[in-house]
């Protein structure tokens, strides 16, 4: 009976590291700190550029691998990050849990805001065994992910490749941002006027 006992208790354990295996929520206050540490608060110098600092998304989505069900959370607050950089450009970092984060340069160029790529840095946990990847992308020509004078309906391509610099395994992104119309967010209680996109990507590779 005893070894009954420790076999149950053996395998409790092992169900519930199992299922735990995955990422805990992502940290404001690591955000923060990052912030702190490699970033100035110089401003905005165009109203398509977001002043620095640390925001908080609200999120909600998960990611999934067919392999041993992997599933990982993207739900809760999640920090965004906005690093100014030179020439009308900055980075917007998002930490959707502690094992995915994501990176995109976006400029100011003649009155649009263009994204030129990013990075993906991602880690799955298998149980056995974990896998990470830190891939980098590049948009060639920059996407137009607004654009002031567009209408609704107007679409812009999206044309981007990728490398993994851990498998080095390259991916291609293709796709169109469409532009529905003038909307607003909440934003700490108030409501804030927007603009609406919905983008579509095919990822191969």
């Known amino acids: 009976m005893i070894v009954v006992v420790v076999l149950a208790g053996v395998a409790a354990a092992g169900v519930s ?22 970033s100035t608060t110089r401003a905005g110098t165009s ?26 959370n993207q739900d809760g607050n999640l920090p965004g990050t ?16 502690s094992f995915h984060r994501q990176a995109w340069t976006r400029c100011v160029l003649n009155g649009r805001l ?31 992910v607004s654009d002031p004078t567009t209408a609704p ?5 999206v044309r981007c490749s990728g490398r993994s610099l851990t498998t080095k395994a390259d991916m291609t992104q293709r796709g169109s941002i469409t532009f529905i119309g ?9 409501r804030v006027a927007a ?4 983008q579509d990507l095919t990822i191969t590779g």
């Open 153 to 157: 309906g107007g679409r812009s391509p």
């Open 17 to 38: 590291w199992w299922t735990n295996r995955g990422p805990t929520q992502p940290s404001i206050g690591g955000a923060v700190d990052r912030f702190r540490s490699s």
């Open 114 to 144: 263009v994204e030129r790529g990013g990075t993906t840095d991602q880690k799955f946990n298998f149980g056995v065994m974990s896998q990470s990847e830190h891939s980098v992308v590049t948009c060639d020509p920059p996407t137009t």
């Open 182 to 190: 003038r909307t607003s967010v909440l934003v700490n209680g108030a």
């Open 47 to 72: 109203t398509l550029q977001p002043p620095p600092g640390v925001y908080i998304y609200s999120g909600t989505g998960d990611e999934r691998l067919s392999f041993l069900a992997t599933h990982q």
């Open 82 to 97: 906005v690093t100014p950089g030179a020439g009308g450009c900055w980075t917007f970092a998002i930490q959707y849990n």
């Open 195 to 198: 603009r609406h996109y919905a």
